[in-house]
């Protein structure tokens, strides 16, 4: 599966501060992109790209 720019920064992140995480399948259904695991906590994040306008 393909990531993002913003996706690849996210995982770095998580990374370097050794926060567990999940990279969600993507399906037919909506589907948020991570699952984010903290004190034995379950969070589900979707992230974003942005793009700067031409204007």
Do not use: A, C, G, V
Not at 31 to 55: A, G, H, Q, R, V
């Amino acid at each position: 599966m393909k990531r993002t720019k913003s996706e690849k920064l996210f995982e770095e992140i998580l990374e370097r501060k050794q926060i567990k995480f999940n990279r969600i399948l993507e399906d037919e259904t909506k589907t948020p992109d991570y699952e984010i695991i903290l004190n034995s906590m379950k969070t589900y994040w979707e992230i974003k790209e942005l793009f700067e306008n031409d204007d």
